[in-house]
């Protein structure tokens, strides 16, 4: 989602204080007592112009569709996000509200100099009070990246357990170029790769262990089937040779169809290595199978999609579209 990727870079207390008082060392006025309270003005200006940027620049949480909503939730926190805005915008009031009690006092007569140093320090306090929301929204800002923007198009995630083979698999067959090594769980991310009819997701493995055990690379695997997938690929390594028994792999998978309900493509990987032949099989090493197993998961994911199609809109909303072929 675009609005995720958007997000600007959020200053530091210390960086933010410097912008501010920056900006109004630089403020002039024909008496001191003008110019003091031009100053004051630049500090109300530059912070509320800057909280307002930061805070408009966070789509609204609770609206996104189901997939960003979670995601954002699994990686970040949303209840962490919106504490983090409240904080700001309570720290834009407060500043508001000295700077306005301060020109109001120099208005009536108060010294200028020590009522702007009052301001100045008083400033600088609330600020610094929020310095944790403003490193924590950066943080967030970076993590959030992450995301991907969907395209509405059919759509087959790769899924099955660690170092069986998705990444080599995405890599032959699309655009997606994730990081392939042997060892597990090198997909710590959600790749994205097309051709000319799919879009294919490269989740992170899976163990066959229960939701609560799964720790958050598995949990992004989770959300991508449970809210994008038209179709599922599950790939099989039957050698053993990712470290995981084939009793394990067939585990995950039943668990799979019968927590999603959706299409499912049982395929083998390292073709190359062994001669089963019940199901599809494919060697990411000699090419054998690639091109029958495209075919057969582009025509399952263009079905169910062609029939029901839940897709993500650039606005932020879900919409269901109901097709006929």
């Known amino acids: 989602m675009e609005a ?14 410097d912008k501010i008082f920056g900006r109004s060392s630089k403020v002039s006025g024909r008496t001191e007592r003008e110019r003091i309270v031009n100053k004051l003005s630049t500090i109300s200006n ?8 930061i805070i408009n620049s966070h789509p609204n949480y609770d609206a996104l569709p189901g997939f960003y909503r979670e995601m954002v939730d699994l990686i970040v926190g949303i209840e962490k996000i919106k504490r983090s805005l409240s904080s700001l915008s309570w ?62 198009m059919p759509t087959v995630v790769v899924a099955g357990y660690p170092n069986v083979g998705k990444s080599s ?21 959600i790749f994205i790769g097309y051709t000319k009819e799919l879009q294919i997701i490269d989740t992170p493995g899976l163990l066959d262990r229960s939701l609560a055990k799964r720790n958050a690379v598995e949990r992004k695997a989770i959300l991508c089937l449970k809210h994008v997938a038209d ?22 998978l039943e668990e799979i169809k019968r927590m999603f309900g959706k299409p499912v493509l049982e395929v083998y990987s390292k073709a190359d290595l062994h001669n089963l032949r019940d199901r599809m099989a494919f060697s990411a090493k000699n090419g054998e199978g690639i091109k029958e197993i495209m075919e057969e998961i582009t025509k399952i ?24 072929s």
Do not use: W
């Open 231 to 252: 179709a599922i690929l599950f790939i099989i390594d039957p050698t053993e040779t990712c470290g995981y028994p084939l009793k394990s792999q067939l585990s995950l």
């Open 91 to 152: 720290a834009n009031s407060m500043i508001q509200k000295i700077v306005s009690k301060s020109i109001a006092e120099i208005r009536r007569g108060r010294d200028a100099v020590s009522v702007y140093r009052s301001a100045c320090g008083r400033v600088s306090s609330v600020i610094e009070d929020i310095d944790d929301d403003l490193k924590f929204l950066n943080d967030a800002k970076n993590k959030l990246r992450e995301i991907p923007n969907l395209r509405e």
């Open 301 to 324: 994911a263009k079905k169910i999609y062609s029939q029901t199609s839940t897709f993500i809109a650039d606005s932020g909303q879900t919409s269901t579209q109901e097709q006929h």
């Open 4 to 17: 995720l990727r958007k997000l600007p870079t959020v200053l530091t207390a210390e960086e933010l204080l």
């Open 46 to 53: 530059v912070s509320k112009e800057y909280f307002s940027r």
């Open 169 to 189: 698999f995405v890599s032959l067959v699309s655009t997606a170029k994730p990081e392939i090594a042997e060892y597990p769980f090198t997909t710590k991310k």
